[in-house]
């Protein structure tokens, strides 16, 4: 049953102890799973106490009356207590044992009925108590449901009644003990009411809580997908808009179409900054991001967000500095979490502090290893500081660009990696971020920059650029032929293997999602061969873990690309090839 028909049942109530037919069925067969289990240490108690019961017979009784009381209890009574049990375990339907259950219950308040009975012949008193204790156990130790129960005490009743009548009691003493023992029952029966009544609203309960959890889970998997879905429709046209851009150059432009060229690229700059914070808070609050900690070295950290952020710098004007650190350490984290973290600090100081000059450094203190982003801004007051950190924040004083995610996707990456987060500043002073993570012994670090070409002969190396896109893959090519380098273009991986050239150190630039061989095994094969010095692979696809893996020499990167990133790495790529 879905949610609404869960709901229109808690509202319509159930006083009747029955609810909408498929809802019944499902109740039953929890309820009578649970009877099952419940029955096993039930009959092993009832057991023992009718065993307790005769040996009392045959110490309180006379020896005639003995005789017959313990036969009842001992050949009829005991082996069906007995045959509960077994039964219990064995692989009987639960509605059948829930029947054969409830046959017992009425078979032992008879055997009760009986000894009564032999004892009435013998003219021997005693009290009828047994019946009443017999019928408490059925309604609030056994579990029996409400009408089964009910009806088998009401026919072990009317079997008492009888065999009193029977045995002759006066109508007078029959009156008063049927009227202490039908009490008795309503009692019974109103606690067993009250008892099934519960039970199924706490199956109710459990029912809309699992429809509650599922339908959530749904939309979650509906929302996960929609995220999905937009980020590699959105990245893709922004990819290729991004690599137009790089072509498209204001040198000979009249100034005022230069400062368009200027502020279209600004533009789009901002947009996939936005992009990407949208994305990502809507990833952290769907759960979809899982740390995957690697040991880092912090300057090459910090020479990744220079060749990030360095194009942004310079065309607002802004000097971004990169410290080497003074100390011998490496970082534990998510590289792409990190990158991610660090460059959100950069270009919130870039578009929000009015900096001249943003520096980034890292320090160790213990076991903690400590990024600082320091700019000469205008700095935060106190009221600022406070909420810097809240999502969707913006400072009401500045007409600031953005959507206020920046410091809160910091925050939140930061948490996942086991890390904090902070901030000082003054007004007129600057502020300083700082971003504290598990340090770890220094691992190898690369002993060349990443923001630039160090002017090697770019023609020696040759790219091939594998993209099924059409104008993507004639943009990428267009964009490195612009730097210099020699590019091969292909649409699929199987034409790239075919028409591998046979040059040295040749680079391969290939999306991730291709028709056929996917791009991950098109570097493996072309690895196996010794045919290609090094790889980048693009995707629009952010589960795919952005940063390099030294071991293969192999670049993933997100689209949209950024160019500065993208000829750092390949830069990378050729000088330690080289």
Known sequence: MNIDQLRDQRYSGFRRLRFEPELERCYRKIRNEGIRERARPVSAAALLLFLVYALLDALMLPPSIAGETMAVRLLI??????????????????????????????????SVVAIIGIARLAHHPLPYEGILLMLMFGYFVMGIPFRTVSLLSMLVIAAYLAVEAATGMSLHQLLINGFFIVTANIIGMVGSWLSEHRQRAHFLDRQLLEASRHQA???????????????HDLRQPLNI??????????????ERQAGLVLRLKHSVNHFNNLLASVLDISRLQEGMITPEPKELSPLDVMRQIAATCTEQAQRQGVELQIETPKQSAGVAADPELLHRVLQNLVVNALDHSKASRISLRSTRSGKHLIFEVRDNGEGMDQATLGQIFAPFYRNSGHNDPGLGLGLAIVQELTGLMKGTCGVTSQPGQGACFRISLPATTAPA???????????????????????????????????LESWGYQVKGFATAEQAVDQWPDLR???????????????HTLFDTLQQRHSVAGGILMTANTAHPQGYDPALRLWVLHKPLIPMRLRAAIVQLTRIES
């Open 77 to 110: 009574t005991c082996p069906v207590i007995a045959g509960v049990w077994w039964l219990s375990w064995r692989n009987v339907s639960s509605g059948t044992f829930v029947s054969l259950y409830g046959i017992a219950y009425l078979i032992g308040g008879l």
């Open 217 to 231: 889970e749904l939309e979650s998997r509906r929302k996960t997908h929609l995220i999905t879905v937009a980020s």
């Open 505 to 519: 150190d040749t680079l391969l630039v290939s999306d991730v999602h291709l028709p056929g061989m996917s791009g």
């Open 241 to 254: 808009i991004s690599l137009v851009l790089e072509n498209l150059t204001s040198n000979g432009l009249p």
């Open 445 to 479: 670090t690369a002993t060349t920059q990443l923001t630039g070409h160090d002017g090697q002969n770019v023609q020696d190396h040759c790219v091939v650029v594998v993209e099924d896109h059409h104008e993507a893959r004639h943009w990428v090519c267009q964009t």
